[in-house]
């Protein structure tokens, strides 16, 4: 067989095999899933940690500086996401993407959101103004947050392959990881509805501010600039 007709066989199975789909009851692991048509249905709420102004940071500056700049904004996000009961399913680059399960799902993905917006404020920026006190570069990043059913699947070729995340979720999430870094945390209204009436409020004070999302057909969404110490 030609890889041409290789290919062409392979296109016709993905498109014609029926699926198996079952419900999950935890973030599964590539192992978990077959690479046919194999699918776990869960309900979950997706986060993406990005970096800001990545592209410009690349471009100006060393190397060893934008990866160590890279290094302790990961580093910090996957620590507090654990720390917070979220499956890390991926890095991308600049950016990671966490996925929490459970009753307290959406709590636990926006109190992440402002820890890290505490822990780049109060942690990484300082120790990087003490090693490099002539750089005027500042770390600034955004994460996004939202709820949905979601789809998991394996997707690639043997001996590459990883999860993919169907679901309105992974798509928002990662959307709204691109909006202005003054405002650190994003989440959609149906997971501020969800999350912790502790969590909307300070002293009697929102934190949370409803906005717009122009780009999205006018939906709300909300804003914080607020964070919560680790």
Do not use: C
């Amino acid at each position: 067989m030609s890889f041409g007709d290789e290919l062409k066989s392979e296109i016709a199975h993905i498109f014609g095999d029926q699926w198996s789909i079952r419900d999950g009851q935890k973030v599964p692991d590539a192992e978990d899933l077959k690479l046919g048509n194999d699918a776990v249905k869960l309900t979950g709420t997706v986060l993406y940690a990005d970096l800001a102004a990545s592209t410009a940071l690349v471009d100006s500056r060393e190397p060893h500086f934008a990866a160590e700049i890279y290094k302790a904004y990961l580093h910090s996000a996957a620590k507090i996401i654990r720390s917070q009961g979220g499956a890390i399913t991926s890095y991308d680059g600049d950016r990671i993407m966490a996925v929490y399960i459970g009753s307290s799902k959406n709590t636990n993905a926006a109190r992440t959101g402002l820890k890290i917006n505490y822990i780049v404020k109060n942690v990484v920026n300082p120790a990087l103004k003490k090693q490099y006190p002539d750089y005027k570069y500042e770390v600034q990043q955004t994460v996004g947050i939202d709820m949905s059913s979601l789809w998991v699947s394996r997707t690639g070729i043997r001996g590459s392959n990883d999860l993919v995340w169907v679901g309105r979720a992974a798509n928002y999430a990662a959307k709204l990881s691109d909006l202005s870094p003054d405002y650190p945390t994003w989440i959609t209204a149906d997971v501020y509805a969800a999350i912790a009436t502790s969590l909307k409020a300070k002293d009697g004070m929102p934190i949370w501010e409803a906005r717009s999302w122009t780009a999205m057909g006018g939906q709300t969404i909300y804003r914080s600039n607020w964070w919560t110490t680790v």
